[in-house]
């Protein structure tokens, strides 16, 4: 992380290593805070109005108002973003519940949100090396039951990453009540028998942008596509299984608990959807946004 970049901090651009919030700031103390990760490709933000609207989503369940109009979100993006020109970015956001001289997990009245933001720039796509894929293992889903909300309270997250990191695997796919719900920080899709599959909505995984950007270039595309629960024994024999994010992109799940999915490389439907979302990208870079406003 470059402390030369400005990060944004209570309506100031501050030099990251001086934007600093109180010890005292809830978002610290209970993680009583959510957050956005929005891509920027070639310094352009990607897909923000979906995003901002899962940020009003995340305030309105944990009872708080976003503090900035769209449209301020929309301008501290493009500043934060100019900084890396043309290069290809993740801006973090996180909007906390504030700090308050007294710790106590009642909600204060009023509430004076600490808003921050901030941008990292990204290593250009390599597809050379999204066609080696990922290797997952499955681990069982400890989170909460909101799992809908993009809070920052992401411990068990966190130790789960750690553990497939410490098995050799590059993510961890949650498995609660016998069913995959999504990664760690990415959602799940699978193909069974041609059809392409992800868990549904609920409260128990995030609506992840990627993932519905996937399921509209399916629909676009003639790809069949379904939502629903994918069993854990479904996950083990699909042809393919893919994991997205905003940082992931589309990964192509080639080994899953020390065995190979499919022919232990991306199937042929991950090359079609890549070649979908890069269209997306490429739209963006030549100032038409891909199904967005
Ligand atoms: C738990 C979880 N699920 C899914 C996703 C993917 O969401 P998106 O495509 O909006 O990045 C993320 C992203 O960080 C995540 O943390």
Redesign the pocket.
């Known amino acids: 992380m470059s402390d030369e970049l400005l990060a944004y901090l209570n309506g100031e651009y501050l030099p990251r290593d001086q934007a600093c919030v109180p010890i005292t700031d809830r978002g610290l103390l209970f993680g009583d805070s959510v957050y956005e ?1 929005i891509p920027a490709y070639g310094g352009l933000p990607f897909r923000v109005r979906h995003h901002l609207n899962r940020l009003d989503r995340s305030l309105a369940a944990i009872r708080m108002h976003n503090p900035l109009a769209h449209r301020q979100w929309q301008a501290i993006f493009e500043r934060l973003a100019q900084q890396l020109p043309g290069q290809d970015q993740s801006i973090y956001l996180q909007v906390t519940r504030g700090a308050y001289p007294v710790r106590n997990h009642v909600i204060p009245d009023p509430v004076v949100p600490n808003v921050l933001a901030f941008t990292s720039a990204n290593p250009p796509r390599d597809f050379a090396k999204a066609q080696r894929g990922i290797k997952v293992i499955t681990l069982e889903d400890i989170r909460w039951h909101r ?1 809908d909300i993009k809070a920052t309270t992401l411990l068990a ?1 966190v130790l789960a990453r750690a553990q497939a990191s410490e098995e050799g695997a590059d993510e961890a796919i949650l498995i609660r009540d016998g069913a995959a719900m ?6 799940l899709f699978i193909v069974s028998n041609g059809l392409l599959i992800t868990p549904p909505d609920s409260a128990e ?2 609506p ?4 519905d950007l996937v399921l509209e270039l399916a629909g676009e595309s003639g790809v069949p596509f379904a939502q629903a629960a994918i069993g854990a024994a479904e996950l083990e024999t699909a042809d393919e299984v893919w994991l ?4 992931r992109e589309i990964a192509a799940v080639v080994e899953l608990n020390g065995r190979p999915v499919g022919s232990g490389a991306p199937g042929e439907l991950w090359y079609r959807m890549d070649a979908l979302f890069q269209a997306c990208k490429e739209r963006l870079r030549s100032g038409a946004e891909c199904h967005d406003d």
Request: aromatic share 0%.
């Open positions: 990760v799992c997250n999504e990664g760690t920080a990415s959602n995984l995030l992840g942008i990627t993932r997205t994010s905003s940082t």
